[in-house]
């Protein structure tokens, strides 16, 4: 086993800034409500400052996201400065010995692709394998780990079925339709990745949730649990097979689900312990129990997300403690986690939610664009010297 993978996540629209080709930026110049991306946090220009910010936190790893839209900003035609961009992106942190994951979809599409119908679109998972060829090409020399798509199961739900993210529809069908078109986009994906580098572990961020029982002796609780951990948790690898070398586990929180006839099938049970600054539940517990569920896969783990929205910082150094020892809990029974990475590097766009959700390790004034690491960030970064000494 190689050493355990310490870092932190971002994605591209997310951080970039000014992705005016996509499906999100197109979306948020209609809907004046929603705060606009704009510069983000201006990281297409700024990545060498923030690299060199994760490399002092003696991070070992990075997850960054391409943009399929700036590659590939008009059907067919790919921008090589673009791709030429992200080859100096990847080979900063080739120079700085850091291991790079790379994700291919994390929720933006071209909005050429969208105005198309998006991943409702027969021909998607084709053009999707397409674009991933490309990059296979052009960078793969620099990938450690590619990474398909990002929570697929929640780009639909958002996206198809609660009608909060662009193209705004509310249908069980078309949310369905997605979610199988995203596993035929991977599958395919996956093949095409292997085949060109079959030295690249090729996977999936798979955003679980730790479902339990409200009352764990009662038969119609369990069932909702298990009902619900088989569709959001496991329904996409019923679907991809043995496509994945490794999985990707984005982990946010646990739930604790109540079986009831009205309002029909599930009620919501409140939380009462600590949350986050979007009312998230902390419950670093649930991270051991989610590995646990997705190691029945007997595929190498890797924590690609784990965060929460806490702008003055108070919350961030335990939580990461905490979701550390989560993991090692995990390890300690037979469970195969190889990496963490702190969602996120930096404050950034968080989607419906805009800027006020703050994420980072690292805070970012979006006035000046001046980082500022947090505390967190060299609590995190003491975890990381203790856990790495000698080796
Ligand atoms: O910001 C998101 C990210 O894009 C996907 N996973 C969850 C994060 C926090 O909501």
Same mark, same amino acid.
């Given at each position: $086993?190689?050493?355990?993978?310490?870092?932190?996540?971002?994605?591209?629209?997310?951080?970039?800034?000014?992705?005016?080709?996509?499906?999100?930026?197109?979306?948020?110049?209609?809907?004046?409500?929603?705060?606009?991306?704009?510069?983000?946090?201006?990281?297409?220009?700024?990545?060498?400052?923030?690299?060199?910010?994760?490399?002092?936190?003696?991070?070992?790893?990075?997850?960054?996201?391409?943009?399929?839209?700036?590659?590939?900003?008009?059907?067919?035609?790919?921008?090589?400065?673009?791709?030429?961009?992200?080859?100096?992106?990847? @080979?900063?942190?080739?120079?700085?010995? $850091?291991?790079?994951?790379?994700?291919?979809?994390?929720?933006?599409?071209?909005?050429?692709?969208?105005?198309?119908?998006?991943?409702?679109?027969?021909?998607?998972?084709?053009?999707?394998?397409?674009?991933?060829?490309?990059?296979?090409?052009?960078?793969?020399?620099?990938?450690?780990?590619?990474?398909?798509?990002?929570?697929?199961?929640?780009?639909?739900?958002?996206?198809?079925?609660?009608?909060?993210?662009?193209?705004?529809?509310?249908?069980?069908?078309?949310?369905?339709?997605?979610?199988?078109?995203?596993?035929?986009?991977?599958?395919?994906?996956?093949?095409?990745?292997?085949?060109?580098?079959?030295?690249?572990?090729?996977?999936?961020?798979?955003?679980?949730?730790?479902?339990?029982?409200?009352?764990?002796?009662?038969?119609?609780?369990?069932?909702?649990?298990?009902?619900?951990?088989?569709?959001?948790?496991?329904?996409?690898?019923?679907? @991809?097979?043995?496509?994945?070398?490794?999985?990707?586990?984005?982990?946010?929180?646990?739930?604790?689900?109540?079986?009831?006839?009205?309002?029909?099938?599930?009620?919501?049970?409140?939380?009462?312990?600590?949350?986050?600054?979007?009312?998230?539940?902390?419950?670093?517990?649930?991270?051991?129990?989610?590995?646990?569920? $997705?190691?029945?896969?007997?595929?190498?783990?890797?924590?690609?997300?784990?965060?929460?929205?806490?702008?003055?910082?108070?919350?961030?150094?335990?939580?990461?403690?905490?979701?550390?020892?989560?993991?090692?809990?995990?390890?300690?029974?037979?469970?195969?986690?190889?990496?963490?990475?702190?969602?996120?590097?930096?404050?950034?766009?968080?989607?419906?939610?805009?800027?006020?959700?703050?994420?980072?390790?690292?805070?970012?004034?979006?006035?000046?664009?001046?980082?500022?690491?947090?505390?967190?960030?060299?609590?995190?970064?003491?975890?990381?010297?203790?856990?790495?000494?000698?080796?």
């Amino acid at each position: $086993m190689g050493e355990f993978l310490y870092g932190a996540a971002t994605s591209a629209h997310q951080v970039e800034g000014n992705n005016v080709h996509n499906d999100w930026w197109a979306w948020e110049q209609r809907h004046p409500e929603v705060e606009n991306s704009g510069r983000a946090a201006d990281h297409y220009r700024l990545f060498k400052e923030d690299f060199k910010l994760a490399k002092s936190f003696k991070h070992n790893a990075h997850r960054l996201s391409l943009e399929w839209s700036r590659i590939e900003p008009e059907s067919g035609k790919f921008d090589k400065a673009a791709l030429a961009h992200y080859r100096e992106v990847l @080979t900063e942190l080739k120079r700085l010995d $850091m291991k790079v994951l790379v994700t291919l979809h994390h929720f933006t599409n071209p909005q050429w692709l969208a105005v198309r119908g998006g991943w409702l679109n027969g021909q998607t998972p084709e053009r999707f394998v397409k674009y991933a060829g490309m990059v296979s090409d052009y960078l793969g020399d620099l990938v450690d780990y590619w990474i398909t798509i990002n929570e697929p199961m929640v780009y639909a739900a958002q996206s198809y079925w609660r009608g909060e993210w662009p193209p705004q529809k509310r249908n069980l069908w078309l949310m369905n339709r997605v979610i199988k078109q995203m596993a035929r986009g991977h599958k395919h994906a996956y093949r095409m990745l292997k085949k060109k580098r079959p030295e690249v572990a090729v996977g999936i961020a798979k955003h679980v949730v730790s479902y339990v029982p409200e009352e764990p002796d009662e038969l119609d609780d369990r069932l909702l649990a298990s009902l619900e951990n088989w569709w959001f948790n496991h329904r996409w690898f019923q679907l @991809t097979g043995k496509s994945n070398d490794f999985i990707g586990v984005n982990y946010y929180f646990e739930r604790t689900v109540k079986a009831s006839l009205w309002p029909p099938l599930a009620k919501q049970v409140p939380w009462h312990g600590a949350k986050s600054e979007l009312d998230w539940p902390i419950r670093p517990k649930g991270l051991t129990r989610a590995l646990k569920e $997705m190691w029945r896969y007997k595929l190498p783990l890797y924590v690609t997300e784990n965060g929460l929205a806490d702008q003055d910082d108070n919350q961030r150094p335990d939580f990461i403690r905490d979701h550390l020892r989560a993991v090692e809990r995990a390890q300690a029974e037979g469970v195969k986690v190889q990496g963490y990475f702190h969602w996120s590097l930096l404050d950034n766009f968080e989607w419906a939610e805009g800027y006020k959700a703050r994420f980072g390790l690292v805070a970012v004034d979006y006035q000046t664009m001046k980082r500022r690491p947090r505390l967190s960030a060299r609590v995190y970064q003491a975890i990381i010297e203790q856990a790495t000494e000698g080796s």
